[in-house]
């Protein structure tokens, strides 16, 4: 049977700009997935077009896989960044910072609902929900507008579980336990989770609620690894997730859900970083101790209403409202920080503090979608989407504004069109979305310094405003069943980290509604490709490259803090993907590569000269896996290769150049009664290395030189009923 993959949005998203859909850049286990008569309806594309009417490149990683590799890496960004060539490694931190998708940052949303804050970007926007109340994961590539503001990378939709198909009741209940290959008592870690569903007639409703106990993350030569007490850390952490959903069919082809969530991630405060030896290889290290102050937090709640009817006037019509809340704690280092002294409170060098980010969203988006009457093969969509969004960053041991708060307005009307000709050999793509957008600053004045002792510098506030067409386009040609060859273009959008940007500032008299620095990121993402599915085979090629004229990127002080650059960037990569199914029933090898390079102007010549580091890009990756799905039998073997790099040009540190490393991990689930046994590894040869974002960055920080972690089982049982 052939899995008919339709894309478009029945709940909550925004589809404007499309690129091509397809199972491409990722080494999905969605596509090892048995297939099924069943639509997959893809919710981040705000079309009931199939996959092949869109220049879109998609992949969705099915539960199954999200399962899978959630019970090996722990999140959904683990699992994420393991299956996607494109994708950079994760940090194994609370903080994904620096962490992109073709070399530049993802959108995170659940269910459409944004959960980046870019205004002052915390990068906690990958922890804001629990996996198991998420039932696929939707990623679409490249700069887009689908979702607005933030996809300058590409979207990393989470869609949360549906609502119940059989009536009465029906759940599911998941315990696992988590330990080094030494099995260490502060190593253990534990997970219990549960959901329960109940369906009467129209009514529906989801209720579950997930608790996680993280233990000490060892690396392969048995020594704890090191704490970021910063940016915050999932080791030696607890995290609560709720989770609710109520629905009511109000016709056979309408409905409305009510959904909200609530994530909290909280470090223990029990162990303290101890600084290692980048000279010698000696990676940062813990002990016990109690950091000053709070320990590092991540907090998200969420709720939204949609109303869907798939019939409306023989349309698809969808509405929704949101709220979203984020508070991101940043922990205490031991030393206090140099950028929070201040005289006037305490002698310099003995002043504590930390900060946190406070985030709120309400947004709304509407949209309707048919073919035009008396020209059928024309698909026309109109929409329109609102957002507005507060963020500020205080220091809240003594109460100061670190970053003043920010108001971000964004109006945006758009539409689309879709073009079949000649039975469907051509197709014809193309819309525009009208961003129009407001940053309301007021007057503040920055942090004292050591060179404004007695207060910082006063800035201007202002509303500057932004607005822009976003264009996108393409074609596809399928000139025989399985066969598809395309070409697009697409826009994408979002601000720079507007909250680095004005802490940072350090000369008088400035006057935010003339400061070139806020002014929008503007990148393209243009790809040409070519996919063949046919019989067992499953094979695609992809090449894209992208701009941004006053892009960003992340610089690094002799403090340790980020600053923000704009800066000309260029990005171009080549993406493979194979999959082949075996002739012993059940068994599927694939493999999937990514080749990225990022170059920046670094010298205001219009002209990009060096290359983007490893804080901004991605390493060239292999993934091999084999995967075998039968009878009561579920396994899987996976590789990822990171190649080594260097970063080439006018600004240039070796000691930043990346050496490269291999990963295996090994999954193996057996089916007993209504549950299922899963006993996993990940890292199973207990490779000792460096992780990528800390051999690329701070070449003199020695309490930020982390090492992997070691091999790490877990066995789980996974029921339901």
Do not use: C
């Not at 979702?147 to 939709?157: D, L, S, Y």
């Not at 993350?217 to 709720?242: C, H, K, M, P, W």
């Amino acid at each position: 049977m052939k899995k008919n993959v339709l894309v478009g949005l029945l709940m909550a998203s925004v589809w404007t700009s499309p690129t091509f859909a397809q199972s491409v850049g990722t080494d999905s286990v969605g596509s090892d997935a048995p297939e099924a008569d069943d639509d997959i309806v893809v919710t981040a594309a705000r079309t009931v077009l199939p996959a092949s009417a869109l220049p879109l490149t998609i992949d969705i990683i099915s539960k199954e896989a999200l399962d899978q590799q959630i019970i090996l890496s722990g999140s959904v960004t683990d699992a994420v960044a393991t299956l996607t060539p494109s994708f950079s490694p994760t940090r194994g931190k609370l903080s994904g910072a620096g962490e992109t998708l073709r070399g530049r940052s993802p959108l995170y949303a659940i269910n459409g609902i944004p959960q980046s804050t870019p205004l002052r970007d915390g990068s906690r926007d990958g922890f804001t929900i629990d996996g198991f109340f998420v039932d696929r994961v939707e990623l679409i590539y490249g700069s887009n507008a689908l979702q607005g503001i933030g996809g300058t990378g590409g979207i990393v939709n989470q869609v949360t579980v549906g609502a119940p198909v059989q009536e009465g009741l029906s759940g599911r209940v998941l315990v696992q336990g988590t330990a080094d290959g030494d099995v260490r008592s502060d190593g253990l870690g534990g997970k219990a989770a549960g959901l329960v569903q109940y369906k009467a007639d129209r009514f529906d409703a989801t209720i579950g609620a997930s608790y996680e106990r993280r233990g000490v993350f060892y690396d392969a030569r048995g020594r704890r690894i090191g704490l970021n007490l910063t940016q915050g850390e999932t080791q030696t952490s607890d995290a609560v997730s709720l989770f609710g959903r109520l629905g009511y069919a109000l016709s056979s082809t309408a409905r409305l859900d009510l959904m909200a969530s609530r994530y909290e991630l909280e470090g223990d405060g029990e162990f303290v970083a101890v600084a290692g030896n980048r000279l010698t290889g000696v990676p940062t290290t813990a002990v016990r101790g109690a950091p000053p102050g709070d320990p590092a937090a991540n907090r998200t709640e969420s709720v939204a209403l949609t109303l869907t009817d798939t019939d409306l006037g023989s349309g698809n019509f969808v509405s929704q409202v949101f709220f979203n809340r984020t508070r991101d704690t940043f922990g205490g280092e031991l030393a206090p920080i140099a950028t929070f002294q201040d005289v006037r409170i305490a002698p310099v060098g003995t002043l504590f503090d930390q900060s946190q980010n406070r985030s709120r969203k309400l947004g709304g988006k509407i949209s309707y979608e048919r073919a035009v009457p008396g020209f059928e093969d024309l698909t026309a969509i109109i929409g329109f989407d609102a957002l507005y969004d507060t963020t500020e960053q205080r220091l809240i041991a003594t109460d100061r504004v670190w970053v003043p708060p920010t108001d971000f307005r964004s109006l945006a009307p758009f539409a689309q069109a879709n073009l079949r000709l000649f039975d469907g050999l051509f197709r014809l793509a193309g819309g525009v979305r009208w961003e129009n957008v407001e940053i309301k600053i007021d007057d503040y004045t920055t942090l004292a310094t050591t060179t404004t002792p007695r207060g910082g510098v006063q800035v201007s506030g202002g509303s500057p405003k932004f607005d822009d067409v976003l264009f996108n386009g393409g074609v596809i040609v399928e000139p025989a069943q399985g066969i598809r060859l395309y070409a697009s273009y697409a826009e994408g959008f979002t601000v720079p980290d507007v909250g680095r940007i004005t802490r940072a500032i350090g000369t008088p008299g400035v006057d935010l509604d003339n400061f070139l620095d806020i002014s929008p990121i503007i990148s393209n993402n243009r790809e040409i490709g070519a996919e063949v599915k046919r019989g067992p085979l499953d094979a695609s090629v992809t090449y894209f490259w992208s701009t941004s004229t006053r892009g960003q990127i992340l610089v690094a002080r002799p403090d340790g803090i980020f600053d923000v650059q704009r800066q000309r960037v260029e990005i171009e990569g080549l993406e493979l993907n194979l999959g082949v199914q075996m002739p012993i029933d059940g068994l599927r090898l694939s493999a999937g590569y990514a080749h990225i390079l990022g170059r920046t102007d670094t010298n205001a010549d219009d002209r990009v000269d060096t290359d983007l580091d490893g804080t901004n890009v991605s390493p060239d990756r292999l993934n091999l896996a084999a995967s075998f799905d039968r009878g009561r039998v579920s396994a899987r073997v996976q590789t990822q290769f990171y190649f080594s790099r260097t970063f080439d040009g006018l600004v240039r540190d070796p000691r930043n150049d990346f050496g490269g490393y291999t990963l295996t991990d090994a999954y193996l689930g057996y089916q007993v009664g209504p549950g299922r046994v899963i006993l996993s590894a990940q890292n199973i040869f207990n490779r000792q290395y460096i992780d990528y974002n800390s051999d690329v960055r701070l070449p003199t920080d020695n309490l930020s030189f982390f090492a992997g972690r070691a091999r790490t089982m877990t066995l789980a049982w996974d029921m339901r009923f």
